[in-house]
């Protein structure tokens, strides 16, 4: 591992590793799904942290259940 280079450029290095033997649609989307996992893995991991914690639990997943977190388009 090299000392000088962040765990962000050290994963951005690996990625392209791993995106330079991509072969075909296939393989690309096999990677694709292996992020994508990775990924909802870490958020799932968050999540329990938190409802472990109690930052997070059933009366505030009711409020967010009801509420529309959608971005607002702007007309230009």
Do not use: C
């Not at 938190?50 to 388009?73: C, N, V």
């Amino acid at each position: 591992m090299n000392n000088n280079l962040t765990y962000s450029q050290l994963a951005q290095l690996e990625l392209m590793n791993a995106a330079a033997n991509v072969n075909s649609q296939e393989e690309l989307d096999a990677l694709k799904l292996t992020i994508s996992l990775f990924f909802a893995e870490k958020a799932q991991r968050s999540i329990d942290q938190m409802w472990e914690d109690g930052t997070f639990d059933q009366a505030k997943l009711d409020e967010l259940r009801g509420q529309h977190l959608r971005t607002p388009y702007k007309v230009f």
